[in-house]
T-cell receptor, first 109, second 114 residues
Framework: GQNIDQPTEMTATEGAIVQINCTYQTSGFNGLFWYQQHAGEAPTFLSY??LDGLEEKGRFSSFLSRSKGYSYLLLKELQMKDSASYLC??????????WGAGTKLIIKP | ETGVTQTPRHLVMGMTNKKSLKCEQHLGHNAMYWYKQSAKKPLELMFV???????ENNSVPSRFSPECPNSSHLFLHLHTLQPEDSALYLC?????????????FGSGTRLTVV
């Protein structure tokens, strides 16, 4: 079966750095997405990785290793507004998005 | 505002009621999706429409009935729901099915079945 694993919840301190991991086992691979979802709001697109390596976008970076079935989202200089759920999703060989259950990130002052 | 609008934002309905959820996008996208989001569970894909044609129906019970009259509008008709159907129902759109440019989501309808 297809599976996406990510931690259920993480806590970090304002101003610090946090890394949210995602491992996947899917039927084929056509890219990996990270989305951010604040409570009661729509998920919003953060990043898309299809090749190995690190993609940096401001305070957020996303890394992919296809051989290891592994990705992480790195958030730097954490702000209180970064408190949200972070969703990992993989586009499989049928171009279907397979979703993880999300990681709830709690930022403390 | 993401460009995908869902109404209503909140809905409470009895098990014998009939209601409809509405989704609208004017992003020029050709694919639209209904997802169910329950607490601490992955997003569950329910239905996909690509160029107005239904391409996916992931074993969804017949008490959920989708309708896509045009590429900008998507409905989810509900009837004789069960309490376990209470969840956040999200609509999304993309340029085409499985587009690497990502999906744009609406804010969802929080459905409570009593």
């Amino acid at each position: 079966g297809q599976n996406i694993d990510q931690p259920t919840e993480m806590t970090a301190t304002e101003g610090a750095i946090v890394q949210i991991n995602c491992t996947y086992q899917t039927s084929g691979f056509n890219g990996l997405f990270w989305y951010q979802q604040h409570a009661g709001e729509a998920p919003t697109f953060l990043s898309y990785n299809v090749l190995d390596g690190l993609e940096e976008k401001g305070r957020f970076s996303s890394f992919l290793s296809r051989s290891k079935g592994y990705s992480y989202l790195l958030l730097k200089e954490l702000q209180m507004k970064d408190s949200a759920s972070y969703l990992c999703a993989v586009l499989d060989s049928n171009y279907q998005l397979i979703w993880g259950a999300g990681t709830k990130l709690i930022i403390k002052p | 505002e993401t460009g995908v609008t869902q109404t209503p934002r909140h809905l409470v309905m009895g098990m014998t009621n009939k209601k409809s959820l509405k989704c609208e996008q004017h992003l020029g996208h050709n694919a639209m999706y209904w997802y169910k989001q329950s607490a601490k569970k992955p997003l569950e894909l329910m239905f996909v429409y690509n160029f107005k044609e239904q391409t996916e129906n992931n074993s969804v019970p017949s008490r959920f009935s989708p309708e896509c009259p045009n590429s900008s509008h998507l409905f989810l008709h509900l009837h004789t729901l069960q309490p376990e159907d209470s969840a956040l129902y999200l609509c999304a759109s993309s340029h085409e099915q499985g587009s690497p440019s990502g999906y744009t989501f609406g804010s969802g309808t929080r459905l409570t079945v009593v």
